[in-house]
């Protein structure tokens, strides 16, 4: 299967020469054995020939760039800021091959759902496009991410450098549970080919699948801000921005993603989301839902000291309820209790306000 994948791939980019690009210092720095083999092509997933796409071979033709450039800055949320708009669109199959993913991966769950071993998430690459981002040059690798009970899967765009900064934080923090487990490294050639994208893919997928069996690595603040922390500063971006409707599916998919991975390190960026999200269903019209994105987030507050947050969420709570026509007395009994201990101000800041001034770290 693996090799009719690869058939397929080389005849998909066979109208150009091989995409080559010069490495700097760091392209050693991770040992040989870190990388899959050429033979290792046999071993790649039979499930990326029903969802993996890439982009068109042209984006081969400069053999002088080089992926990940790290001539600039590159910040582990520049990744999110490519996925939209400098990606190229996948085609039409894509689409249809993320729903047979979906499909796929739901059959799993269902069949494993009563044995005893715990089930992790699963990863899947759906697409990989060569973005030029002068004077840089790089593959965005998409994946979909599916956990237990989940009708869709949550996804995320990321390139090498995000996956490869993510591999030097753990290791610096977590030594011993990172010995056993295998990272590409980065090759002085052919960055851009059918075989060096496929292996990536693949590599990728097992590496994210590894940190996710192992505990103490699951629950890691490095891998939480892999996962959201692009999302959430590009939502609040397109929130601030006025773009709601844009902003809604990153909250949504941020929010999804959460839920998936846990949150051992506190509410504050579930309660950030649910803000997010509140704001932008309130902004498109739909009081319902953003009344039930407060409802949640008050029940995180629940038997909690005062947090800046449960002010903004109880003065929404009581104008969606009352807009919706439902008891509201709770929360206001709630609300004015806080001003009247001067807890808050009165009136307190909006849930937009807060979204605003917040900063993501």
């Known amino acids: 299967m ?17 995409g080559e690009a010069a490495a700097g210092p760091e392209a050693e720095q991770f040992p040989e054995s870190s990388e899959l083999e050429d033979d290792d092509a046999e071993g790649l997933s039979s499930r990326l020939s029903g969802t993996l796409s890439f982009t068109s071979a042209e984006d081969e033709e400069d053999e002088g760039d080089d992926e990940d450039d790290e001539a600039g ?8 800021g490519t996925s939209g708009e400098d990606a190229e669109r996948s085609p039409p199959d894509g689409q249809r091959g993320s729903q047979l993913l979906a499909r796929q991966l739901q059959d799993f769950w269902k069949k494993s759902r009563n ?15 060569v973005v030029k981002d002068p004077p840089s040059k790089y593959v965005l690798y998409t994946f979909a991410v599916m956990g237990p009970g989940d009708r869709q899967p949550a996804q995320i765009s990321r390139r090498y450098s995000d ?5 030097r934080n753990l290791q610096r923090q977590f030594r ?19 075989e060096t994208i496929a292996r990536r893919s693949r590599a990728f997928e097992q590496f994210l699948g590894h940190l996710q069996a192992v505990p103490e690595l699951r629950h890691a603040p490095d891998l939480q801000d892999f996962f959201v922390l692009p999302e959430l500063r590009r939502a609040q971006s397109l929130t601030c921005t006025g773009l709601y409707r844009e902003a809604l599916a990153l909250w949504a998919n941020a929010w999804q993603l959460q839920t998936q991975l846990g949150t051992p390190s506190g509410p504050d960026r579930p309660l950030l989301t ?20 407060c409802e949640k987030a008050l029940q995180l507050l629940r038997d909690k000291r005062p947090h800046p947050f449960l002010a903004p969420f109880l003065e929404a709570h009581v104008r969606l309820s009352w807009r919706l026509g439902v008891d509201k007395r709770q929360s206001e009994a709630q609300l004015q209790a806080l001003q009247e201990a001067g807890l808050t101000p009165s009136p307190p800041p909006s849930l937009k306000e807060l979204l605003i001034k917040e900063l993501l770290d």
């Open 115 to 129: 044995t005893l071993v715990p089930q992790r998430l699963l990863f899947e690459v759906t697409s990989a496009n």
């Open 163 to 167: 996956f490869e900064r993510l591999h």
């Open 176 to 194: 011993g549970p990172m010995t056993a487990i295998s990272f590409p490294r980065k090759r002085l050639r052919r960055n851009f080919t059918a």
């Open 274 to 293: 649910l803000a997010g999200l509140a704001v932008c269903y309130q902004e498109l019209e739909d009081p319902g839902e953003a009344r039930a994105c």
């Open 73 to 80: 800055p590159d910040s582990l949320a520049s990744g999110d």
């Open 2 to 18: 693996a090799s009719r994948l690869l058939h397929r791939l080389r005849h998909a980019l066979a109208s150009d020469g091989p």
